[in-house]
């Protein structure tokens, strides 16, 4: 069980890696800074890799943090896309 519960915590550790790095993005958009969208992507794919790893049972406790991401994402889809000329 200890092995399940570290995948969780990881996964939750990743969950707040990635919701920084949307928030640092949006707020370098804001002050018109150039944008390096490297370290978001390599996060995302962290936490999808992280995700994928769960083991079945756990997947239920990380579903709505995962889900929650999906609103901040689309904002920042939505700001990027209006910066493109």
Not at 14 to 26: F, G, V
Not at 28 to 55: F, H, S, T, W, Y
């Amino acid at each position: 069980m200890p092995a399940k519960m570290d995948s969780l915590s990881l996964l939750h550790a990743l969950l707040a890696e990635t919701r920084s790095s949307i928030e640092q993005t949006q707020a370098a958009i804001g002050n018109g800074q150039v944008l390096d969208l490297c370290g978001l992507e390599k996060a995302m794919a962290r936490l999808c890799a992280q995700a994928l790893e769960l083991p079945p049972a756990l997947r239920p406790h990380a579903r709505a943090e995962l889900l929650a991401l999906q609103q901040p994402i689309e904002r920042l889809f939505e700001t990027l896309a209006g910066r493109v000329p």
